[in-house]
Structures are given as C-alpha cells and as structure tokens.
C-alpha cells in the first residue's frame, strides 16, 4: 500500500499515524473538537492555517515548545514548525500525556537563559 492510500485509510479509519513518535492516533479526543497532535509524544504536524481547516501546504513536524495557559486555566500546548518556524496554539486533550505536559511547562525553569549562580548573587 503507498503512502497516500495508507494516509487515506487512516483518515476512514479515524485516526492518524504520528510522525514522531509512530503512534495510530485517534482523530477524536476529549477536550477538543480537532485533534492536531499526538497524546504520547505531544508532536504535531503543520496541517492548519486557522484550527481545523487542513489547508496549510508545509506539512512538517511541529514540535511542542511551550505551555501557556487561557484565562480560565485552560492549558494550550504551543507548537512551532520545524521547517518554516511557524508558531500555533494548540488545546491540550484530555488524553495528553500529563508527565510530558509538565515537562514542556517546566523546560523554562531547567534550561534558564542564564547562570543559576547568577541568583544566588542577587540574594
């Protein structure tokens, strides 16, 4: 089976294949009504101009950069594109990988933009 049929056989199927990490991801997800990532590895894939649409040409992988978080506590994952370095915003899903979610929410406080000696001098 070639590529496009598989990707079209998924796509009846109802899910999708990461690029990343291999996973049959399914298109539905809790929380959300387009899933774009992956819940296991939190890898997307820059197929969206506006949320939903399919209708970006790029088609390289998004890596997941950041967490922020919406006013009423809601996290969104934020992905930047590996090929053109695109930013979107993405909704985490109820079924995200939460060690993961932490890690990419933590990355900040671990890899600082400076020396951590430098905060000890300040206080």
């Known amino acids: 089976m070639s590529r496009p049929q598989r990707q079209r056989a998924a796509r009846r199927s109802g899910s999708f294949r990461c690029r990343h990490c291999g996973l049959d991801v399914p298109l539905d997800a809790p929380g959300t009504a387009h899933r774009n990532h992956c819940p296991n590895c939190l890898w997307s894939r820059h197929v969206d101009d506006d949320p939903g649409d399919r209708a970006a040409e790029c088609g390289s992988a998004m890596e997941p950069i950041a967490v922020c978080v919406r006013g009423a506590g809601e996290w969104v994952l934020v992905h930047r594109c590996t090929f053109c370095d695109e ?33 000890l001098n300040v206080l």
């Open 87 to 119: 930013i979107h915003l993405n909704r985490t899903a109820g079924d995200d990988n939460p060690l993961l979610l932490i890690q990419v929410a933590v990355r900040p406080l671990a890899q600082p933009p400076f020396p951590l000696e430098r905060i």
